[in-house]
């Protein structure tokens, strides 16, 4: 079945560094790739989604890269602040309406002071 | 605007007592999912509705679990006899379907414990 892998489960970084969250999927019939950001006690919130018609996609201080040959996909936040401190999550669907979204299992990020 | 709301926030409940979890999703979104996230197994979608019709009940892990929607402005997950393994955090996310996927947005959550 469909399957998302991400990578790495930890990461900390000093504010100010640059963070780097990788995931890889499965379905080759893929074409929607959002990321998600949650916070302790709360939901998942969506911070930025790619469509496969595009390679790259940038909001501020986050981008999001998609290599659809590679079946890979990647979230840069650069300017790290505490308050991206959170566990983020990739996901990947076949961007119909009708179609399920497979989650990552989850990064945790830390922000260093 | 008022987002996805669920209640309770927290059940505290006893192994083989009902459990029923509810859900109002955001405003004219027509489409409501049910996840629930472990340590063990991170976010699954359990079921997923459409219109009010469930499309994909793939996920719920057995017949103890189901689901409702009798409406656009709610829906409940129920589960009758609640066991120890089904302590969790349960979502509900709404999203519009005109298409091509829309975003989920999510729910604070019900964190379940099963004593």
């Known amino acids: 079945g469909e399957n998302v892998e991400q990578h790495p489960s930890t990461l900390s970084v000093q504010e100010g560094d640059s963070a780097v969250i990788k995931c890889t999927y499965s379905?080759?019939?893929?074409?929607?790739f959002p990321w998600y950001k949650q916070e302790l006690g709360k939901g998942p919130q969506l911070i930025i989604d790619?469509?496969?018609?595009?390679g790259e996609k940038k909001d501020q201080r986050i981008a999001v890269t998609l290599n659809k040959t590679a079946k890979h996909f990647s979230l840069h936040i650069t300017e790290t602040q505490p308050e991206d401190s959170a566990v983020y999550f990739c996901?990947?669907?076949?961007?119909?309406?009708?179609?399920?979204?497979?989650f990552g299992s989850g990064t945790r990020l830390s922000i260093r002071p | 605007d008022a987002g996805v709301i669920q209640s309770p926030r927290h059940e505290v409940t006893e192994m083989g007592q009902e459990v029923t979890l509810r859900c109002k999703p955001i405003?004219?979104?027509?489409?409501l999912f049910w996840y629930r996230q472990t340590m063990m197994r991170g976010l699954e979608l359990l079921i997923y509705?459409?219109?009010?019709?469930?499309?994909?009940d793939s996920g719920m892990p057995e017949d103890r679990f189901s689901a409702k929607m009798p409406n656009a402005s709610f829906s409940t997950l129920k589960i009758q006899p609640s066991e120890p393994r089904d302590s969790a955090v349960y979502f509900c996310?709404?999203?519009?379907?005109?298409?091509?996927?829309?975003?989920?947005?999510f729910g604070p959550g019900t964190r379940l414990l099963v004593l």
């Open positions: 379905d080759s019939a893929s074409n929607y």
């Open positions: 996310a709404s999203s519009v379907s005109a298409g091509v996927q829309e975003t989920q947005y």
């Open positions: 405003s004219g979104h027509n489409s």
């Open positions: 509705f459409n219109n009010n019709v469930p499309i994909d």
């Open positions: 790619i469509r496969s018609n595009v």
């Open positions: 996901a990947a669907s076949r961007g119909s309406s009708a179609s399920k979204i497979i």
